[in-house]
């Protein structure tokens, strides 16, 4: 079974900083996901990989397939930004669900 | 399109008692999937289904069932009740056959609390 760790579990900056939330597992992967769930619960996908660095508007992904780990990285941050992140992976193989981190909680005050 | 809808969204029951938590997408996703969010700990894959008719346990299936008559719906039942199933449920749906390299769509989520 793969083991996801995320650091930090919890993290509060100021407005504009720039922000970064690891990611480690313990087993080679088909696929890495990063999510958001916003307090009231919904999650939400932002980023897919299998390789190399995804951006879209301020958040960017990356991940290191032989180092076993990614960064989901927020510039220019925002209150709105602040939510839950959560990594979650697929060892591939079979049609047997994401095993997930337990999330970092992200607190940006203006 | 609607995405994964879920029913109800807050629900409380006693002990012992039994009851169907509803799941349905309009994507036409070949896969659908529940997960439990406790807290403390990472969402947990309970069932999940690859098509119509086909369904399989994930990690924590103990007091679960679940079946998948048509592709839009795929209901988890608890058959009875226990103060250990109260959590947050999730449906979440994707393409082809689930495999992780596909974007996952999540319901909103049912907060079940069990007396």
């Known amino acids: 079974k793969n083991e996801v760790e995320q650091s930090p579990q919890n993290l509060t900056a100021q407005e504009g900083e720039f922000i970064t939330i690891n990611c480690s597992y313990s087993v080679g992967i088909s696929a890495l996901h990063w999510l958001q769930q916003h307090p009231g619960g919904g999650i939400v996908s932002l980023f897919m990989?299998?390789?190399g660095k995804k951006k879209h508007g301020r958040l960017i992904a990356t991940i290191n397939i032989q180092e076993k780990h990614s960064s989901l990285h927020i510039t220019a941050s925002h209150p709105r930004d602040s939510a839950v992140y959560i990594c979650a992976v697929h060892s591939g193989g079979g049609a047997d669900g994401l095993t997930f981190g337990k999330g970092t909680h992200l607190i940006i005050q203006p | 399109n609607a995405g994964v809808t879920q029913t109800p969204k807050f629900q409380v029951l006693k002990t012992g008692q039994s009851m169907t938590l509803q799941c349905a997408q309009d994507?036409?996703?070949?896969?659908m999937s529940w997960y439990r969010q406790d807290p403390g700990m990472g969402l947990r894959l309970i069932h999940y289904s690859v098509g119509a008719g086909i369904t399989d346990q994930g990690e924590v299936p103990n007091g679960y069932n679940v079946s998948r008559s048509t592709t839009e719906d795929f209901p988890l039942r608890l058959l009875s009740a226990a103060p250990s199933q109260t959590s947050v449920y999730f449906c979440a749906s994707s393409d082809l056959t689930g495999t992780g390299d596909n974007e996952q769509f999540f319901g909103p989520g049912t907060r079940l609390t069990v007396l």
């Open positions: 990989l299998s390789s």
């Open positions: 994507m036409n996703h070949e896969y």
